[in-house]
């Protein structure tokens, strides 16, 4: 009897699946059986409001292979990825219009629910300091970083964080608001510091360059906050990760670009 209604599960989504006018997935989701089918079919569509090439693939990448875990294997939620060139972006950040900022995020969102996105992320912590122009009028709902950084961190029981990040993220408001709505502390590193960090971020990260000293001068600085009573550090930058990893850190680390992409994951599959 069970084996009957398994069946007559499996047999309702396929139609309903071809009925959306995809027969190749209902065929591959008949084959798969109603559990794999079942989870597929509800799996909502994740748009990427891109900003940086590398940080914006990690979180693709991210998606991708971790979806997997929750959908079987070679299988992740649809994904739709838009981005403007990082230089537009980059013209209204050093003016500091975030109202710039926020029309090319805007944009993007437009062009991601009309490709049929049910909610989006944007992996690029600077340009949250826009969020609050955009979420309002966003065609979409949006996950937003630093909550999902901070919610971690609540998890994890930290209570004094690092930031890390561009001097625009480590000197706005993105973290210090949100790190404080949850109770949390935390500190960034002095201005020189500040500089050298934003320095290595456009110059080399951006570009895929990670370089043994970089490395070692992120580490540095880590050391310095953990010195300072900090008891993790923010990747705050989503090009970070790429450099600094778990192993090399002094701190434990919140990885900001793949906690966003699991959030998505988690949101999409729930």
């Known amino acids: 009897m ?8 499996v047999r309702l989504n396929v139609v309903q699946n071809v009925w ?3 027969w190749t997935r209902a065929c591959a989701a008949h084959k798969a059986g109603p559990t794999t089918y079942a989870l597929e079919f509800m799996a909502q569509h994740i748009g990427i409001v891109a ?11 991210t998606i991708c292979l971790e979806g997997a875990e929750l959908l079987g294997r070679h299988n992740h939620p649809e994904v739709s990825l838009h981005t ?8 209204y950040i050093d003016q500091g219009d975030w109202t710039g900022v926020a029309e090319l995020m805007m944009s993007s969102a437009e062009k991601l629910a009309r490709a049929g996105a049910d909610f989006l992320i944007c992996p690029d912590n600077t340009i949250h300091q826009a969020f609050d122009l955009v979420a309002h009028r966003s065609p979409r709902p949006w996950l937003h970083i630093a909550e999902e950084v901070a919610k971690e961190s609540k998890r994890c029981h930290f209570k004094r964080l690092g930031v890390l990040g561009t ?15 949850a109770g949390l502390e935390h500190r960034i590193p002095d201005e020189n510091e500040r500089s050298r960090l934003n320095q290595i971020i456009f110059n ?17 600085v880590i050391r310095m ?17 790429l450099l600094v990893t778990p192993d090399s850190s002094p701190l434990p680390v919140l990885d900001s670009t793949r906690l966003l992409a699991r959030a998505a994951l988690r949101k999409a599959v729930g």
Do not use: W
């Open 167 to 181: 001097r625009y993220l480590m000197e706005g408001p993105v973290y210090p608001e949100k790190l404080k709505a």
């Open 51 to 61: 900003c940086s090439a590398e940080g914006a693939a990690l979180c693709y990448r």
């Open 2 to 9: 069970t084996a009957f209604f398994s069946y007559v599960a």
């Open 204 to 220: 080399e990260l951006v570009y895929a360059q990670f370089l043994p000293r970089s490395l070692a001068y992120f580490t540095e």
């Open 84 to 91: 403007h060139p990082l230089a537009e972006y980059m013209k």
């Open 225 to 241: 906050l953990k010195d300072n009573g900090c008891d993790a550090v923010v990747l705050g930058c989503t090009e970070i990760p």
């Open 20 to 22: 959306a006018g995809s």
